[in-house]
């Protein structure tokens, strides 16, 4: 079946405004993460929802970031008054077990 | 806190050879697991071999073995016969079990070079 998959691939957007990133998982799978991956640097942990419900956003930065998955499937991830310092790489991952994590090809964010 | 370290950020080697991308991690946890992913150029996450902290073998998957030392808290990741198309950004990730889930920690990653 389709992988991960994410839209945008690109997204270019002004300091101050709202982008929100979709991520589409592998079907059938209940686990969904999001990790940012900044230039040189490796994944780094957002948030993981276990169906509907965000179970861990430990790792977002702060209130401006927020994500939700309303029917257990597709996840949006909204970043409000975007930033410079939020330009990377978004990634989401899905998995239905504990030893796997696949990851979609990504979102690159640019904030200029 | 759990932490990943690879302290290569360059390897070369040659085509048909095989390479050694070393990982070493930290935490006080009894049960975690171990993921070696491969990241090329175009981005994208490719997960390659797993092993689980009471898994008693070295986990395998064709090319790529898993060279487990638990005492030593290492897990270096071993390609075998090297391809052109090996070259790629290597990231070894640590499984945190929390809340139900399994948050990776990721390490800085290992960039490998295959030349003719």
């Known amino acids: 079946g389709a992988g991960v998959s994410q839209t945008p691939s690109n997204k270019v957007t002004e300091k101050g405004k709202y982008v929100e990133l979709r991520c589409d998982p592998i079907?059938?799978?209940?686990?969904l993460y999001w990790y940012r991956q900044s230039l040189g640097q490796g994944p780094e942990f957002l948030i993981y929802?276990?169906?509907?419900?965000?179970?861990?956003d430990s790792g977002l930065p702060n209130d401006r970031f927020f994500a939700v998955r309303p029917e257990g499937s597709v996840s949006t991830l909204k970043i409000q008054r975007t930033e410079r310092g939020d330009s990377a790489v978004y990634l989401c991952a899905s998995s239905s077990k504990y030893n796997e994590q696949f990851f979609g090809p990504g979102t690159r964010l640019t904030v200029l | 806190a759990q932490k990943i370290t690879q302290t290569q950020p360059g390897m070369f080697v040659q085509e048909k050879e095989a390479v050694t991308l070393d990982c070493t991690y930290d935490t006080s946890d009894q049960s975690y697991g171990l993921f070696w992913y491969k990241q090329p150029s175009s981005g994208e996450m490719i997960f390659l071999i797993y092993?689980?902290?009471?898994?008693?073998q070295n986990a395998t998957e064709g090319r790529y073995s898993l060279n487990f030392q638990k005492a030593r808290k290492s897990a270096n990741l071993v390609i075998s016969a090297s391809q052109l198309g090996d070259s790629a950004m290597y990231f070894c990730a640590m499984r945190e079990a929390n809340r139900g889930g399994n948050k990776l920690t990721f390490g800085t990653g290992t960039q490998l070079k295959v030349e003719l």
């Open positions: 929802f276990q169906g509907t419900g965000a179970a861990d």
């Open positions: 079907s059938g799978h209940t686990a």
């Open positions: 092993q689980g902290s009471y898994d008693e």
